[in-house]
């Protein structure tokens, strides 16, 4: 059975309906960095996310290219994960998608290091022929986060949002926005395929213990 990190890490990826504290170590992703609104068709998010997929299928079929890769295990591309946030905010402000700035991730496996990192990204651009340069390898550590499972549209999410503050400030921590750290989105659904209502998003914000 190929190796599941959904499954594997349910404490990441499979978090209850209820809002619950999480430390996370550094991963290593994928990642395209943006701005704008996510929903343009054919817009930098699309083209980013198509970029992400490309990149981490040639990784996951490398032993099909003949490609040996160190420590490679048969798994399951972990699910895309998204930060957002917009200049001069604390908080994203939904309504007001055009002014997002983002970075599409989706995890890599433990054997994935720079050199495969740029093979793949070598091997990408000789079979598509366009450039994969916008994508890299970024290693990035969230820390202490409150998190919860959102059932339903994106836009519906400050109800859940609200649910993970109240419950972070009744341990004694607050949100903790700035550089590095993000809200942060892991798409268990597909948006494509799944009806809005249905939805399932792994939220999380990132906390600190209450006081300057």
Sequence with gaps: ??????????????????????RIPSLHFLA?????????????????????????FTLKMSPRAGHHLDGYFDY?????????????????????????HWISLIRLPEFVDRNAFDWAIQEAARKKQRDFSPVEFLAWEEGLCV??????PYDGEASTLADMEEYALSLGYQTDFGPERFHH???????????PERLKTVLRHPVRRCGP
């Design 1 to 22: 059975m190929p190796f599941d990190y959904k499954k594997e890490y349910p404490e990441w990826y499979l978090p209850p309906k209820t809002p619950d504290l999480v």
């Design 185 to 195: 989105e892991i798409y268990l659904s597909d948006a494509r395929r799944c009806r």
């Design 76 to 100: 399951v591309v972990p699910p895309l994960e998204g930060l957002w946030w917009q200049e001069g905010r604390p908080e994203v402000d939904f309504s007001r998608k055009e002014d997002f």
């Design 147 to 152: 998190q919860c499972l959102h059932l339903g």
């Design 32 to 56: 395209v960095r943006g701005q704008g609104d996510p929903n343009r068709k054919d817009g930098a998010y699309q083209k980013a996310l198509e970029m992400l997929y490309t990149v981490a």
